[in-house]
């Protein structure tokens, strides 16, 4: 089994969205990790804020089988694909991490995640693995966050 996490995101109805998203993955893999959600801006376009959260799994998935069942779930709560890449979004759930696995480009599936580089993604999983080690740099998700320019990428805490 995989210990990966997910951030999930949505900016069209997130309540909504990312409740629903929660319950599937809990059907699907039984016992998660959920971080709070924040609230932050929208990056790359002009858009409402984005709700964002963590979520910690174990699968037995392979990362492109993952990816596929993940793609089929945003899918499934309205996720269009013939818009921009940067763009609103109903559900947006990405891999961030998957156990220590480092792979670029292959398929479009970059691990780590690039993204990690934001508040709405690191902030999260430092909130729900802190002693977790990034993969690349050794660092944990703890000092990255703590190192991290928080003023830069505000997040406000959102309840679900």
Do not use: C
Not at 11 to 36: Q, T
């Amino acid at each position: 089994m995989a210990r990966v996490y997910l951030s999930l995101g949505s900016n069209l109805e997130p309540v909504r969205h990312l409740r629903a998203a929660l319950d599937e993955l809990r059907a699907h893999f039984g016992d998660i990790a959920v971080s709070p959600a924040y609230r932050s801006k929208s990056v790359g376009f002009d858009g409402a804020d984005f709700v964002n959260l963590a979520v910690g799994l174990d699968t037995d998935l392979s990362p492109e089988a993952l990816n596929t069942w993940l793609h089929a779930l945003e899918d499934r709560h309205g996720r269009l694909r013939d818009v921009p890449r940067y763009s609103d979004r109903t559900l947006d759930v990405d891999i961030v991490l998957y156990d220590d696995l480092v792979r670029q480009g292959e398929g479009h599936l970059d691990i780590p995640r690039k993204e990690l580089k934001h508040a709405f993604v690191l902030k999260p999983i430092a909130d729900i693995a802190p002693q977790l080690k990034h993969p690349v740099t050794g660092q944990t998700m703890r000092a990255l966050w703590q190192a991290f320019p928080a003023e830069s990428e505000p997040l406000e805490p959102e309840p679900l």
